[in-house]
């Protein structure tokens, strides 16, 4: 291959670029002349995605192009990642930078006619309760027949910040009011009832929810009665529950030369930012800190990095390691977010540019995060 040119050969050696018809293979598969030949060759380096975003086709019909195209574009480019979000029911796309994503969007559009709508991954929100509610539900409905009987009595408890991730579920029924066959089928009703909180819709975590007692009934009885009962059980609580909203935080760490030491410990700092530690040497610092990622996906120009004067900015490397738990929404903040709940959609309906949780241009420049 010489730039746009092609000439035909028998034979290539290290080196040489070439190119290859019909041949399926993927990016790192390595070629020899004798099929018997077995090599041990090294991997090659691959390295980490450094900004993410939310794809999908702009017209539902488009969705099996899509696929063929994600496909195709992950085997030739092992820095372009694809991973689907069970929160938020997203496909979240990965590589080495914006551009880099933005071709692959034009490219999909080109050789696959499918447009694709890409933005900001969605902050996966949790709520909780921050006192404990009591509940006693009764589940009872006849039709003819058999019927459905089930009542469950008992309590649900926040269970404390380091466990926020958490949602347990304990038996602590005595006797025989409610038959030990259908503790798993409470169980089940909770855990399904937990994954929409009536703030915005959103996971219920950091509880445990205590089964003391209830009833049951000889004829009437059975698996989906309970199941039932508790799935009313939860509905009814959250109804006089005391609710919090919370937001996923992320490790970061910052690099920078020492003279720009104070500028971005007020960056961080600006952004409610907790900061862990700090350390430094030969004229670096580094500041290792936790930061909502609700405002790591505000920054800047969507690239995901914090923004710093420019002077600055050239000389700061900036890492994002894994999520780190979550913290509590502050309630003027968490007010905001539900401003749009009486329409049943879970977001705002004010005048304002909304994109996963942040809210921009609510004043002369200020920036609201959730």
């Known amino acids: 291959m010489h730039a746009d040119k092609m000439e035909d050969v028998e034979d290539v050696y290290a080196g040489d670029i070439c190119a290859l018809f ?32 939310a794809i999908k086709p702009e017209k539902n019909t488009d969705l099996e192009k899509f696929s063929k195209g994600i496909h195709r574009f992950t085997r030739e480019d092992p820095t372009f990642t694809i991973k689907f979000d069970d929160d938020s029911k997203e496909s979240i796309v990965s590589g080495m930078g914006e551009l880099h994503l933005e071709i692959y969007a034009q490219r999909m559009k080109n050789e696959y006619a499918c447009p694709v709508i890409t933005g900001k991954p969605k902050v996966a929100f949790r709520e909780t309760l921050t006192e404990p509610v009591a509940f006693d539900y009764l589940h009872k409905k006849q039709t003819g027949g058999h019927g459905q009987y089930g009542r469950v009595t008992g309590i649900m408890e926040p269970i404390g910040a380091d466990c926020y991730t958490k949602l347990e579920f304990e038996d602590e029924t005595m006797g025989t009011n409610v038959p030990k066959q259908y503790i798993p089928s409470i169980e089940k009703g909770f855990r399904e009832a937990c994954e929409k909180g009536p703030m915005i819709g959103q996971r219920m975590t950091g509880v445990v929810i205590r089964v003391q007692d209830g009833m049951h009934h000889l004829v009437d009885s059975s ?21 919090q909203l919370l937001e996923p935080i992320m490790t970061v760490e910052v690099t920078a030369p020492d003279e720009f030491q104070a500028v971005v410990m007020g960056s961080i700092n600006k952004r409610s930012g907790i900061i862990l530690g700090t350390g430094g040497g030969d004229g670096y610092f580094t500041v290792d800190a936790e930061v909502s990622n609700g405002i790591i996906l505000g920054m800047g120009e969507g690239n995901g990095y914090f923004t710093v004067d420019a002077e600055v900015s050239n000389g700061i490397v ?53």
């Open 223 to 243: 698996d989906l009665a309970f199941r039932l009962a508790a799935m009313g059980a939860y509905k009814e609580a959250m109804q006089a529950a005391k609710l």
């Open 318 to 370: 900036l890492g994002m390691g894994e999520g780190n738990g979550y913290f509590t929404v502050d309630a003027e903040v968490s007010n905001g977010i539900i401003l749009g709940m009486g329409e049943g959609n879970g977001y705002f309906t004010v005048d304002a540019e909304v994109s996963n949780g942040i809210v921009l241009g609510m004043g002369e420049g200020n920036i609201l995060y959730c």
């Open 22 to 53: 019909g041949i399926d293979c993927a990016s790192g598969d390595t070629f020899v002349s004798q099929p018997k030949l077995q090599l041990s060759m090294e991997s090659i380096h691959i390295p980490e995605p450094v900004i993410s975003l």
